[in-house]
């Protein structure tokens, strides 16, 4: 089964400029994880989808931060604008639904480097 | 401090020799989790062990659990260089439906060849 892919790999933009990250979960993995390593910082949780609703989006730092799930299949992350403190790598996971076990086990994306210059 | 601390920050040992890792957190949980990630490639879930579990192995890998000191170790055995890799720890805290993880820095394990 293929894993976790996310796109772009690399993205360096401008201060004020717009960046949408994607991810595309395992096939048949309701869940889908946002989450992101500040240069020098530990990964740090963004936000939770339960298919196409958001179970917990406590970890979005503020207002620029989008992400949607339309048709609980793949997900993007918009940040608009950027800002220098948002450069980072945004990675994302899956997991299946129903029964801690199968939730409990999170598989990463390689993750997308962001740098705001 | 933070939850899912790693000990220590950076470790170089040789090849063939045991590798461990230390996590400590601060809140109860459901469960400890150790991911690996080698340089510039996503993470890869290496064990799980949940909260009434002791030890746990997986091959080459052993991970202990003391709730009581929150705190949690990973040995790798007769280490590789293929082993060379940041570790993290990440814990579930325990209650809601909610399985997020919170991680640690991670330790960085250089094995040399």
């Known amino acids: 089964e293929a894993g976790v892919t996310q796109f772009p790999s690399h993205s360096v933009i401008e201060k004020g400029q717009t960046v949408t990250l994607r991810c595309d979960p395992i096939?048949?993995?309701?869940?889908l994880y946002w989450y992101r390593r500040v240069m020098g910082k530990e990964i740090k949780f963004l936000l939770h989808?339960?298919?196409?609703?958001?179970?917990?989006e406590s970890g979005m730092p503020n207002n620029r931060f989008l992400a949607e799930r339309t048709g609980g299949t793949y997900s993007t992350l918009k940040v608009q604008p950027a800002e220098l403190e948002d450069s980072g790598v945004y990675f994302c996971?899956?997991?299946?639904?129903?029964?801690?076990?199968?939730?409990?086990?999170?598989?990463f994306g390689p993750g997308t480097r962001l740098l705001v210059l | 401090s933070q939850q899912g601390e790693e000990d220590p920050q950076a470790l170089s040992i040789q090849e063939g020799e045991n590798a461990t890792m230390n996590c400590s957190y601060k809140?109860?949980?459901?469960?400890l989790q150790w991911y690996r990630q080698n340089s510039g490639r996503g993470l890869v879930h290496l064990i799980l062990?949940?909260?009434?579990?002791r030890e746990k192995h997986s091959g080459r890998l052993r991970v202990t659990l003391d709730t009581s000191k929150k705190s949690s170790s990973l040995l790798i055995t007769a280490s590789r260089a293929a082993d060379t890799a940041s570790y993290f720890c990440?814990?579930?805290?325990?209650?809601?439906?909610?399985?997020?993880?919170?991680f640690g820095k991670g330790t960085l394990l250089t094995v040399n060849p």
């Open positions: 989808f339960v298919k196409e609703s958001k179970q917990d």
């Open positions: 062990i949940r909260s009434n579990e």
């Open positions: 809140t109860s949980i459901n469960n």
């Open positions: 096939s048949g993995h309701d869940n």
């Open positions: 996971a899956s997991s299946r639904f129903g029964g801690s076990y199968l939730q409990e086990t999170q598989y």
């Open positions: 990440a814990t579930v805290k325990s209650g809601g439906s909610n399985y997020k993880l919170t």
